[in-house]
DNA sequence: GTCTATAGGTGGATAGAC
DNA sequence: GTCTATCCACCTATAGAC
């Protein structure tokens, strides 16, 4: 289809095709997938609907590229803070903070905005809200795992368990805090769950 | 239709406004406010859309009402369990289960829903939404409260936090168990949860 | 690649007969 | 209380000109 066949492929994401899918990501992440239309984006970029039909035939195409491209964004994330010098407590404080910046930006998880509407989603999209999950807790796991190793880390039971109980509450704080305007419950949650897992000085 | 006019004053609920709130609060709790439409009541229930407006003006009265009789049936059941005699700790057990039922029943908490599109919601939805969280970390505070000063909770840091830590783990892992179709999931965290707030024989 | 124009469907909501 | 009939706004999506 010679998509951007002419932008140097240093300077990226700068065509229309990157800019209608922040702008959805954007209202998927605030208002949801049933909460948006092409009409929304289109009056808010200056194109018209049969542009953004241009560049995805389809809603439910642009969903799924939505979340292809916010699970590989978070990988790199992740990657970034795994591979850091830096104890496995310090990675999940890193890794609550990249939830606490979406919530500052009085967002919603996209994939936890999508988890909500599940059951009316295309299965195509269903599939990568579960692989985001995935992602999430396979990293995870694999920091639980080094830091209790290390004795960074202090938690009961499997390391894959408490990677999920990390990503429920993390995704849950963030739909609450939502509902009251404020980021400050968020942390107050993540920070009393990361505190159980610190190591305790009289232990 | 004459539909049930008869009914004695004893056996409640069984009109038709009621047979719309169980409907609609079903759709909501599964496909979300923005997920369902008077179309997908009236065809379930074999009326017309006409006799849902009958019964409720407008969809956001029909969901300021959802709200409402799910908070106050929420509410009865928090002072069931906190009247019975039984510790803090089997308290907050009887609390996972009444989340429990829910994702059994492959639905989300219809707050927890509602809270994913609060941007989207009127106002009087937007208001019965906080009440019902505040209703449950009220409740939750004065177990913890309870519970911490009789020994049978251990946690560190105010009752309130818990409380509201406690309401955003269970919100996500209710979110993300609906996306695997697996409840498991959901207990899994709860149990978790609960193990960190239970007192150690060792201590 | 973006436009105008429009198709075909569904959304919430109302008027008026019964 | 429930129906038929209808309104109009909005939805996703397409055809074809430029």
Redesign the pocket.
């Known amino acids: 289809?010679?998509?951007?066949?002419r932008v140097p492929s240093i300077a990226p994401q700068t065509?229309?095709?990157a800019q209608i899918l922040d702008v959805a990501e954007r209202l998927v992440q605030t208002r949801g997938y049933n909460g948006?239309?092409?009409?929304?984006i289109?009056s808010e970029l200056?194109?018209?609907?049969?542009?953004l039909?241009?560049?995805?035939?389809?809603?439910?195409?642009?969903g799924g590229r939505l979340m292809v491209r916010y699970t590989e964004s978070f990988g790199s994330a992740l990657a970034s803070i795994g591979a850091a010098e830096s104890s496995a407590l310090e990675k999940l404080q890193s890794y609550v903070q990249l939830y606490g910046e979406v919530i500052r930006d009085e967002r919603m998880c996209l994939c936890g905005m999508l988890a909500a509407e599940y059951a009316t989603l295309p299965p195509s999209i269903q599939v990568e809200i579960r692989r985001f999950f995935d992602v999430n807790e396979q990293w995870l796991t694999t920091v639980a795992e080094q830091g209790r190793e290390a004795n960074t880390l202090r938690f009961d039971g499997a390391p894959a368990e408490m990677a999920r109980l990390l990503v429920s509450t993390l995704e849950g704080a963030m739909l609450i805090a939502r509902s009251y305007d404020d980021p400050a419950r968020f942390d107050a949650s993540a920070r009393r769950l990361l505190d159980e897992m610190t190591p305790r000085a009289d232990a």
Chains 1, 2 share one sequence.
């Open positions: 289809m010679l998509r951007m066949s065509g229309t095709a948006f239309s092409y009409a929304d289109a200056g194109v018209t609907k049969a542009t039909h241009y560049h995805f035939r389809t809603k439910a195409e642009l």
